[in-house]
Structures are given as structure tokens and as C-alpha cells.
């Protein structure tokens, strides 16, 4: 089942099919394969040294061990914040109705961007589009899976079609401003005609 991004805006829902965007579809891959004698592609695997016991990535990819070398099922696994206190485990926003909110080309820009997204619209609101189309820019609380701490999504329009761009926000602290003039003559060095390529 396609999972689908669904946004409110002033009690009016759009929904978008969302489909990522990463290095590998904008520009391709090359990927290199080592072959065994009978043409079969190879597959890598790490050995131990003290057992010899040969492990594949898959092996223990996914496993999770207590200070006591318990397994331990990642759905049991618990956050805990700077105060030693239980941090609560925010669900998936993918399929349920999450608010959108009117933010600053500004607040966009400093977004720490983790993920694209390209959004196909299914059904979409016409004062949403209209302001999208407007170069109007909004913010959204995001989980693709259910995780301990909520990102931060941007809803914008590019050249023609409809993005969402996944992250951080961070914001910019300035220590000052520059009250005092440049200088109108830079201190120039001597050239010593110095090759680093001859050292």
C-alpha cells in the first residue's frame, strides 16, 4: 500500500502521493560486481577471528544487545532524555491529517534538509494550490516511522511540480556587525617565488 502525505490547511485536506528523491534518481549509479569463476555474483561476509564464524550484513544488521549480551527486540527498545526521563515514541504522520503552517522563505532556507521528497497531488485543495503556486512556503510535523522525535517539513512548489523537504530546523546567530571600515590598501607579501612542488 503507497503510503501518502495528508495536509490540513485551515480545515480543508490535501493529499499527496510522496515518492523520494536521491542522488541515485536525479543523476544514476554505477555499482561494481565481483563474480565468482562460474560467473555467480559474489556476496560479502565478515569472519570472526577467535570462533571463525562467517557472518553476512544481514546476520547482525538489526541486532540489539543489553549490557548483559541479552537480545533485545527493537519495539522494546526506550528513549531517555538529559533528565534521565522517558521520552515519548511520536507515531507516523504518513496517512493521518497533519496541520500545515504558514512559514518565511526565510525559515526554509534554514532548514537542515535530510530528505526530498517529490509530491504527486491526489487531492488537493484549491486555496492550497493557489497559494503554492504563489510562491506562499509552509511548515509540517513529520515521521516517516514511528520515532522519538518528530522532523520538520517544508511544503513548497519548484518550477512546476510540488516538494516537501525534510529535516532540522537550526536557526542563525549573528555575534555582531561589522561597524568599522575595511581597509583601503591590503598588505601585500613579497613573492619569494616559492614552488611547494619542489619540496
Known sequence: MARELILNLNKNKSTFGISKIDRKKLYGFKKRLFLDEKGKECSKANLEEETGIVFVSSDISSSYLD????????????????????????????????????????????????SVYHLEPKDFDKDLKSKLDKGDVFSFPFNYYADFKLEDGILLKGEKDYFALIGRKTTCNWVGEHSEDLPEEVEEFEDNDLDFEMM
Not at 549480551?69 to 496517512?95: M, R, W, Y
Not at 512559514?103 to 537542515?112: F, H, P, Q, R, V
Open 67 to 114: 549490557h548483559k549480551g541479552n537480545f533485545v527486540e527493537k519495539k522494546e527498545l526506550e528513549a531517555i532524555n538529559d533528565e534521565g526521563k522517558k521520552v515519548k515514541k511520536e507515531e507516523s504522520t504518513l496517512g493521518k491529517e497533519v496541520n500545515l503552517t504558514s512559514t518565511s522563505i526565510e525559515e526554509a532556507l534554514n532548514l537542515k534538509v535530510n
